[in-house]
Structures are given as C-alpha cells and as structure tokens.
C-alpha cells in the first residue's frame, strides 16, 4: 500500500482554513509545518497552557496525505476554489508503506543523564545495565527525558537524593522524575497531575520499572510537607502555584522548578524567594532551572 503527499505552499493567513478543506474534500490528513523550519529563519512558537496560541509561521507548508488513486491535482484545486484563493504551488510524492512501528522506535535511543543514570526504551537494551535505568517508551504524557526541561530536574535528582527522602512530583507528566526519585533512592514519593491520561502512564511506567509511588489529580494531594518538591510546568501555572507548592516544602527542604525560559528565570525566582533562599539558575538548550531552601 502507498499514499500521495501534497506538499502545498501556503499563505499562512489561510493556512489552518485551507488544511481543513483539504480534508472535507478527502485528505487523509493535512498538518502544517513551518516552511522554514531546520534553517536560521525558522520561527519558534511557544505556547503556555491558559493561552491560546492564535499565531501561525509566517511562512507556512501543508503536508497532506491523499490514497493512492485520489486525483490530488483535482482535490487541490477544489480546496483552492472554497477558500477563495488561487491554487497554490505544491509538489506531489509517494509514499511507500513502511514498518511505522520499527520507524518510530528507531527515531528513540537510550538517554544518558549521567554516568550512573540512563533513560532507555523498553525495545532497547540498555548500554550500560550497571546503571540506573529507567524504562520509558514515549507515550501519551509529557516526558520522555529528551527535553532539557526534564533533563535539568533529572540531573538535580542525580546529584541531590541522598536515600530516604520524600518527593512530590507536581505535573507528574509520565512520572519520569518521579521514578527516577524512587530510582535514585528516595523514600515516599508522590506525583500529581491535572490530566488523567498522564496520571495513567504515571501508574504504568511506575508498574513498568517496579517501583511503587501514589500518583493522583491535584485534589488527591492531602496537605503535608516533602523534603523535595519538584515541578516541570511551565512559567505560568509556577506564577499562580507558588503558595501551594511553597506549603508543601519543610522547612530546609529544596525545591525545584522547571519549564521556565530563560527570559522568565528572573522573574520566577523573585517569586519563590519569598519562601525559599534561590540557588543560581542553570541554563540548557533556553530554558532554566531554579531551586532553592524553604526558610524557617
Ligand atoms: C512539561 S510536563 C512535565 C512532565 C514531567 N514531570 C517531566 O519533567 O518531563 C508538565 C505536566 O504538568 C501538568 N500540569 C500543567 N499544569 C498543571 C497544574 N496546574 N497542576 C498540575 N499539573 C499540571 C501537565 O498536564 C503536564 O503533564
């Protein structure tokens, strides 16, 4: 089996309407891309959660799968003409069925967070099995340890846990941070998330590595304090948290913050040092982390 994909050149102020008329007319698929994306004009959109991100690429492609036998010429004028534009230049390939499952898996390698820690797929054997390895396949919820934000809290993990201590994981994601807690030696650990589907892979992947943590929706979250509290979130949601999670730290117990931009760090870090003493900040790849002590 083989599909036909239309790479269209669009004008991005019809962009989204005419991705969506290629599928009324019978695209299997249509996704938009930034068309300079992988070149030094590409243009980054961030987006945070509460804040619709009305913008789109100034320059934007529409990458479109059709069945074998569609005449896409004719579909593409027909999307054309409903949006009232002219027909767009695009190019038309074929794509030859493959093992998509192999594909993506091949696309996933081990992930080295230190000498001692590695997050590794489950279809992988891990390259150095005298280290902590946490098993965890991309899934349904965020963090797979590829991105710096979670990178920066699972090197903070490495080289703070001691044995022993008690973790909250505040948007749990996966659960990878707060596996990888437990992992490292941490005792009681919880996780908490507002979306149900990454409180689920939080109870699998947790299942997946042996390790036992609660995993729950915020409402599950019985007030006490954490030797550790650690939150990958995103700046805005830490702007509105900060009382919560700060009451959730002992006194001379650490938290940790991730998820925040570079251009945000200074920012949060004022907010949080009414309750705690702020270490430096740590930069990876534009986005920060920030920890510090609960004051007394
Ligand atoms: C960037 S992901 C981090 C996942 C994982 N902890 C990691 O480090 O890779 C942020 C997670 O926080 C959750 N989240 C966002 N806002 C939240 C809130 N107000 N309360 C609890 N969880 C929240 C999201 O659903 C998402 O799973």
Not at 67 to 86: G, K, P, Y
Not at 104 to 115: H, L
Not at 151 to 179: F, K, M
């Amino acid at each position: 089996m083989a599909w036909l994909q239309a790479t269209i050149h669009a004008d991005s102020a019809v962009a989204e309407k005419l991705a969506d008329v290629l599928m009324d007319v019978g695209a299997l698929s249509a996704t938009i891309e930034d068309a300079l994306a992988g070149t030094d004009d590409e243009q980054p959109i961030f987006g945070e959660p509460g804040e619709p991100v009305d913008q789109l690429w100034s320059h934007s492609l529409i990458n479109s799968l059709f069945a074998e036998d569609a005449d896409v010429a004719l579909l593409v004028t027909a999307a054309a003409n409903q949006c009232h534009i002219d027909v767009p230049s695009y190019t038309v390939s074929r794509v030859e069925e493959q093992d998509w499952v192999r594909l993506t898996q091949s696309q996933f390698d081990p992930i080295r967070i230190s000498d001692r820690l590695w997050i590794t797929p489950t279809w992988h054997t891990s390259p150095d099995p005298a280290a902590i390895n946490l098993q965890l396949d991309p899934g349904l919820a965020f963090g797979t340890g590829s991105h710096p934000t979670t990178r920066l809290c699972l090197q903070w993990l490495d080289q703070q846990i001691q044995g022993g201590e008690t973790v909250l994981d505040y948007g749990c994601g996966s659960g990878i941070l707060a596996i990888a807690a437990l992992k490292l030696g941490a005792g009681a650990t919880r996780g908490i998330d507002i979306d149900a589907q990454a409180v689920r892979s939080s109870i699998d992947n947790a299942q997946q590595n042996s390790v036992s943590a609660d995993f729950g929706l915020p409402d599950t979250l019985l007030p006490g304090e954490y030797d550790v509290v650690v939150a990958n979130i995103l700046a805005n949601p830490l702007r509105m948290l900060g009382e919560l999670l700060a009451s959730h730290v002992k006194t001379g117990g650490k938290i940790v913050l991730s998820g925040i931009l570079a251009e945000q760090a200074e920012e949060l870090s004022a907010i949080y040092a009414k309750w705690f003493d702020m270490d430096a900040a740590v930069f990876d790849e534009g986005w920060t982390r920030l920890s510090g002590t609960k004051r007394p």
